[in-house]
């Protein structure tokens, strides 16, 4: 089975489809992960433009997941997570691949810009909780783990939040469309436990 997990900014799909990945014994593919998976003259390639602060091009993303689902470890199926967010991507995505279901964990844009702001990092062991939702660390100031200073990303407030949001709406949303009949649509306004509940019963159904 592929499944292809799309979400706006703080609607928790990274975490979702870390947990399912578990769940369902099946390699989760992010596309940070994939990037520093990567070896040989495609790496090479890569860092051309990643060095340079170049965005890199979605043909070379696409072979780069070519090559990473070739391998042995993804021939019963994956999660992609973070790729693809423009149509573009999503058409080059249909060149190599088809995909089993797309889950789209749906949370409104105020509900999304509260979480986000919300998130705070340690800077010690880098362990992530949030203020507003979970995981909520005990002292807002301070990590449970080691008790390292919890900072918060620069663009992790409102306006830049708001910014993200317009692009999401904009570029990746539309992927839903190439994708309707396969679609499950996810309640991402609950608890992290209810929306894992939710995603692997309609799993089951569709």
Do not use: W
Request: charged content about 30%; aromatic content about 6%; glycine content about 6%.
């Amino acid at each position: 089975m592929k499944l292809l997990f799309i979400g706006p900014q703080g609607s928790g799909k990274g975490t979702q489809a870390a947990i399912i990945s578990k769940e369902l014994n099946m390699p989760h593919i992010s596309t940070g992960d994939l990037f520093r998976s990567i070896k040989g003259e495609l790496k090479q390639e890569l860092d051309s433009y990643m060095n340079s602060g170049k965005l890199v091009p979605d043909e070379l993303v696409i072979k780069i997941l070519k090559q990473r689902i070739s391998q042995l470890d993804y021939k019963k199926g994956f999660i992609l997570d973070g790729f693809p967010r423009t149509i573009n991507q999503a058409y080059l995505l249909k060149k190599i691949t088809n995909i089993d279901k797309v889950i789209d964990i749906e949370l409104d844009d105020e509900t999304s810009i509260k979480r986000i702001s919300g998130r705070v990092t340690c800077e010690k062991c880098k362990v992530g909780y949030n203020l507003i939702t979970e995981p909520k660390p005990k002292n807002p100031k301070f990590c449970d783990i080691c008790n390292g200073k919890l900072i918060k990303r620069a663009d992790d407030n409102p306006k830049a939040v708001r910014k993200r949001l317009e692009i999401y709406h904009k570029e990746t949303e539309p992927i839903l469309n190439e994708y309707k009949h396969l679609t499950i649509k996810i309640n991402g306004d609950q608890h992290i436990d209810n929306i894992n509940k939710e995603i692997l019963k309609k799993l089951k159904e569709f």
